[in-house]
């Protein structure tokens, strides 16, 4: 530090010296700077080792892994028939596709997960206890997005076709595992295990997207009878816990529509988890409506451009932009969220560990089961949140200046 | 050449917005007209009445966890009471656990300690990214479910035991000289402040250290010290749980309900309040340490004096929607059978089959925690509001 002052004095344009630290220094200055410190250091790496020894121990000796490897089907796609268990495979493929094409037109953090999504199938090829035809299937799609990522970076046509692949992803998806009498209809009382856990989320987040906007949109109005519907809906449900809305949704909506419109249990979880999450959505996005400065309304209208025009145009890219990551945040709660209709009584990923732990075949595996759960909560989590921050730093948001 | 200045009626800007508001609140109508219109005939189909007249009549189950006296004879409305301050106990306990960890996380997770900094960042990433049925599950079926007979219970030092039938904690049980001692130690404490403030002030003016925290502790170890002269006793003992046979006797027994659905919401609030805290830390610009180190200020009474009155500013307000969520999450209790408020409706609601009336109570006590909290949010934000000149 003295030496650094005293050259300050004498040439200020001068950049500070590198630092060269050698591992002794790191751990002086990182861990035992002081006696508090290294009683600190001393103490956490008791604590550390005693935890990471009954984890260890735990882990590759006491517990028992065969429940997951038995039931890895179920717990995946759940009761899925097996014969059409093909068209799952179909709306993976596509996405890997997707995702392929992404990685080839944008790079950056559609690369990383790309590669996360490479790492998922080939680690869980690896696994023993995963079937042959998986195993293909699994090899299909690593190849698909390594064949469609270099044909997208070679090939310019490809690269427009990033953008509609994903809005075909949803659609698609649908279709293939509802099939809709087209396909052999699968209905959605069969949709069960981790297979429902994503549809849930996917459906929520997409549903829910436009409705926020016009939430949004409606509690900015002027129009006061628009305003406090909005505001009314929004703090309603930001008031409840999100298992009474889906009791709301599964016991009163039923009521509500007096048995001549028929929704069967899942579809009606996906409406209360949609509207739930519109309302956070809805804040998030209302949060990005206030940010941007009113010069651009009036600039816009100074154009002469109309009030409509000038929020699709001008006002909402802008908005939506700042709050990408809240939204994404709010997407990755949504996705936890989705565990609760476990309570409602649908059987997504949670919901099928517990049909596990029920059979008497596997008692007292229950950690086993919902470690597994848990890390692949973990592991989607982890992947959208990362996500998240790349492109927080691509966009350079969240800096202070 | 003369313009028409006045706009047709259907341009007019004021009567296009009447005329929106006209057709949404038609179609919200009429939306809402059907939905009670169908259930106004569902009723009359299986020959219910709406009303709250049931919640008079006699629950006829059992609470297995009750704070308040409940038997089965007494009504669905004093069922309802017990489930609510079930909720309250568990959101009460709760938020002031999930703080104290929540504090001391985000603390450490800025830590200039590497290891403490890293490991405090491991646990806010694994368990936020976990979602919080999954972890009630694992506290309930894997791990408080599986802990061994009471007779064979894990014990921590003889002094808390855990078995699959719950937990026993050490309890304070108070004795009658409590009250004595309340009133000795309030003198010792208005004592204590006042021998504070005339230290500090002495010292201030002379400059010469006077010990105003000594001074101050002496004075509560004085009263403590005649209280006990006078009453001959202690104002409460430590009461230690032991095995008798096949059951806990003595401290607190917690059932592993409770305990399973306190733990993780504590744990999962805790990460989210950790990060809160971390912010809000992080947002009082480094001057402020630099000035206060220039000072010279110790680092404890820099982050005491300087650091945390002008972070709670920031981080009050979404801390107090952290402590909404834990109680709005206290609802999974429903999961693994504590007898929460929302599974108390539940149950009430499968005997009865009066959905619409039982949730309409649910919500609107979730609904009125919402805005008491809110109230309570903005008290403070005024108090603390800062002051401009």
Redesign the interface.
């Known amino acids: 530090m003295k030496t650094n002052d005293n050259k300050h004095n004498k040439h200020e344009e001068t950049s500070p010296p590198k630092e060269s630290i050698n591992i002794m220094e790191w751990l002086r200055q990182?861990?035992f700077?002081s006696y508090m410190?290294t009683a600190?250091?001393i103490a956490?790496?008791i604590l550390?080792y005693l935890i990471l020894k009954e984890v260890f121990y735990w882990v590759f000796i006491t517990a028992d892994w065969s429940v997951v490897a038995v039931n890895f089907k179920i717990l995946m796609a759940g009761q899925y028939p097996d014969k059409e268990l093909w068209r799952v495979w179909l709306a993976v493929c596509f996405l890997s596709l997707t995702l392929g094409v992404s990685w080839g037109t944008w790079r950056g953090v559609a690369a990383h997960i790309a590669i996360a999504f490479i790492v998922i199938y080939a680690v869980t090829a690896l696994m023993p206890f995963v079937s042959v035809e998986s195993k293909i299937w699994l090899f299909v799609n690593i190849s698909l997005i390594l064949i469609s990522s270099v044909l997208a970076r070679k090939l310019k046509f490809i690269k427009k076709l990033a953008l509609p692949c994903w809005i075909l992803v949803f659609p698609v998806t649908i279709f293939l595992l509802a099939g809709f009498g087209i396909l052999p209809t699968v209905p959605t009382s069969l949709w069960s295990g981790f297979l429902l856990t994503i549809l849930l989320a996917v459906v929520a987040i997409v549903v829910s997207f436009p409705i926020s906007v016009l939430l949004a949109i409606g509690r900015n109005s002027?129009?006061?009878?628009?305003r406090y519907?909005c505001i009314f809906y929004i703090?309603?449900i930001?008031?409840?816990?999100?298992?009474?809305v889906l009791?709301?949704t599964q016991?009163?909506l039923p009521?509500?529509?007096?048995?001549?419109i028929e929704i069967d249990s899942v579809v009606r979880a996906m409406i209360g988890l949609t509207m739930f999450n519109a309302a956070y959505l809805a804040e998030n996005i209302r949060g990005g409506l206030q940010s941007i400065p009113r010069g651009q309304y009036e600039a816009a209208s100074a154009l002469g451009l109309s009030a409509t025009i000038t929020m699709i145009f001008i006002i909402m890219p802008q908005a939506l932009r700042v709050v990408i990551p809240a939204m994404v945040g709010q997407s990755?709660s949504i996705f936890?969220?989705?565990?609760?209709v476990?309570?409602v009584g649908l059987i997504d990923l949670?919901g099928m560990?517990?049909v596990i732990?029920s059979n008497p075949e596997f008692l007292?595996k229950?950690?086993e089961v919902?470690?597994f759960?848990?890390l692949v909560?973990?592991i989607f989590?982890?992947m959208m949140?990362y996500a998240s921050r790349k492109l927080e730093e691509a966009m350079g948001l969240g800096k202070r200046y | 050449m003369i313009r028409n200045t006045t706009t047709p009626f259907w341009r007019s800007k004021r009567i296009i917005?009447i005329l929106?508001?006209v057709v949404?609140?038609s179609i919200?109508a009429a939306m809402f007209a059907?939905?009670i219109?169908?259930?106004i005939?569902?009723m009359e189909e299986i020959g219910i009445k709406l009303g709250f007249g049931f919640l008079t009549q006699p629950a006829g189950f059992m609470i297995g966890e009750k704070i308040i006296d409940y038997s089965p004879a007494d009504s669905y409305a004093r069922a309802i009471l017990v489930g609510l301050t079930n909720t309250l106990k568990v959101a009460i306990v709760g938020i002031i656990l999930t703080t104290i960890v929540g504090v001391v996380v985000g603390v450490a997770r800025l830590?200039?300690?590497?290891?403490?900094n890293k490991?405090a960042g491991l646990y806010v990433?694994?368990i936020?990214?976990?979602?919080?049925?999954?972890?009630i599950?694992?506290w309930y079926?894997?791990?408080f479910?599986?802990f061994p007979k009471i007779q064979e219970s894990i014990s921590w030092g003889g002094i808390v035991y855990f078995s699959n039938r719950g937990a026993a904690i050490p309890w304070i049980e108070t004795t009658e000289a409590l009250w004595t001692w309340c009133i000795f130690l309030f003198v010792g404490i208005i004592a204590s402040i006042y021998l504070w403030r005339i230290k500090t002030k002495k010292q201030i003016e002379t400059g010469k250290e006077q010990k105003p925290t000594l001074w101050a502790m002496g004075a509560m170890l004085f009263s403590a010290a005649i209280a006990l002269i006078v009453t001959q006793k202690p104002p409460f003992y430590l009461s230690i749980p032991v095995i008798d046979g096949s059951m806990f006797v003595g401290g607190y027994r917690v059932t592993p309900e409770f305990a399973a659905i306190l733990i993780a919401l504590v744990v999962y609030t805790s990460t989210y309040i950790a990060e809160i805290v971390r912010g809000g830390i992080l947002a009082i610009h480094k001057g402020q340490t630099e000035a206060a180190k220039a000072l010279g200020f110790k680092d404890f009474d820099i982050l005491r004096l300087i650091i945390f009155p002008q972070a709670i500013r920031i981080i009050i307000p979404p801390i107090t929607s952290q402590y909404l969520n834990l109680i709005?999450?206290s609802?999974?209790a429903?999961?693994i059978g504590y007898p929460d408020l929302?599974n108390v409706g539940?149950t009430i609601?499968n005997q009865t089959g009066r959905?619409?009336e039982v949730?309409t109570i649910?919500?609107l006590i979730?609904?009125s925690?919402?805005?008491i909290t809110s109230i309570i949010m903005n008290i403070f934000n005024r108090y603390y509001k800062l002051v401009e000149r």
């Open positions: 990182n861990l700077s410190n600190l250091t956490t790496t550390l002027n129009l006061p009878l628009i519907f703090e309603f930001r008031g409840i816990p999100l298992i009474t009791f709301i016991l009163m009521i509500f529509l007096g048995g001549k990755i936890k969220d989705t565990s609760l476990v309570i949670l560990g517990r732990i007292g229950n950690m919902f470690t759960i848990a909560f973990l989590c982890n949140a | 917005s929106i508001q949404f609140a919200v059907y939905f219109k169908n259930t005939d569902g830590s200039s300690n590497w290891l403490v490991l990433d694994i936020r990214n976990t979602p919080l049925l999954v972890q599950f694992i079926f894997a791990v479910l599986n709005k999450n609802s999974l429903v999961a929302f539940n609601l959905a619409i949730i649910i919500l979730y609904l925690f919402s805005l």
